[in-house]
């Protein structure tokens, strides 16, 4: 993808919704979250997708749900709708199903835990890759 590590907050089709500039602006306002991952995952989809899972961090629901509580969810991708979203980093997109045994036992190692802090949110457009909008977390 060339594109650093990062959560996904909103998934829309086609040209960026009204309202989204008005969300990134608010959400600036916030600090930079810092994250724990701790464990290996799996989308048990065809081709398998493998990720990181964060713990559980309240101030990262709130910002997802704030984004669209101003954009509306209707226009999200269903998976990234508040109550469907799945907070996660991927690792890999395109993992074939003949390697699906594989990647399950991945998914069964512990990791150790370390922690990310993400300080930016970024509208982007794909493919090919375009950063539209970037704001600093700067609260």
């Known amino acids: 993808m060339g594109y650093p590590p990062h959560l996904?907050?909103?998934r829309y089709a086609g040209n960026s919704p009204d309202g989204l500039s008005e969300a990134l602006a608010i959400v600036a306002k916030e600090r930079p979250i810092a994250l724990t991952f701790d464990?290996?995952?799996l989308f048990?989809?065809?081709p398998l997708v493998l990720w990181l899972s964060p713990r559980s961090d309240r101030r990262l629901i709130d910002l997802h749900a704030r984004i669209h509580?101003?954009?509306g969810p209707a226009l999200?991708?269903?998976?990234?709708?508040p109550g469907q979203w799945t907070p996660h980093l991927t690792l890999a997109t395109a993992v074939p199903m003949e390697r699906r045994e594989s990647a399950v036992a991945l998914t069964a190692d512990s990791i150790a835990p370390f922690e990310l802090?993400?300080?930016?949110?970024?509208?982007?457009a794909w493919p090919p890759l375009q950063v539209l909008e970037t704001v600093q977390l700067t609260g």
Do not use: W
Not at 76 to 81: G, K, L, M, N
């Open 8 to 10: 996904t907050l909103a």
């Open 69 to 71: 509580e101003i954009v």
């Open 76 to 81: 999200c991708d269903p998976y990234y709708r």
């Open 117 to 124: 802090v993400f300080d930016r949110v970024e509208s982007v």
């Open 39 to 41: 464990r290996i995952c």
């Open 44 to 46: 048990d989809v065809d």
